[in-house]
């Protein structure tokens, strides 16, 4: 079974940045989208981004704009660059396949505290 492990996260103001990097021990890359997910506390877990396998991308909108998602093939590792961060991108960060049916075991997450 593939892991992933997520870092990058930490404490930032508002209108600051962070790069989150999610590392997997396999290849993810083949097949179905990889997307970063999002659980702010006493909500459920959102898809704020995702990348296909041809590189085509997709956002939430409350990050539209914002977040741009990446990958390093060589590497198995896919990026989250978060600018202009706002109070409510607060939360555990995760990565994972998109396809429900496809979904690997979920790291430990990274913590993304943004404070005003």
């Known amino acids: 079974q593939v892991q992933l492990v997520e870092s990058g996260g930490g404490l930032v103001q508002v209108g600051g940045s962070l790069r989150l990097s999610c590392s997997a021990s396999g290849s993810i890359f083949s097949g179905n989208a990889m997307g970063w997910y999002r659980q702010a506390p006493g909500k459920q877990r959102e898809l704020v981004a995702q990348i296909f396998s041809g590189g085509s991308t997709n956002y939430a909108d409350s990050v539209k704009g914002r977040f741009t998602i990446s990958r390093d093939n060589a590497k198995n590792t896919i990026y989250l660059q978060m600018n202009s961060l706002k109070p409510e991108d607060t939360a555990v960060y995760y990565c994972?396949?998109?396809?429900?049916?496809?979904?690997?075991?979920w790291g430990q997450g990274t913590q993304v505290t943004v404070s005003s």
């Open positions: 994972n396949k998109v396809a429900s049916w496809a979904r690997l075991s």
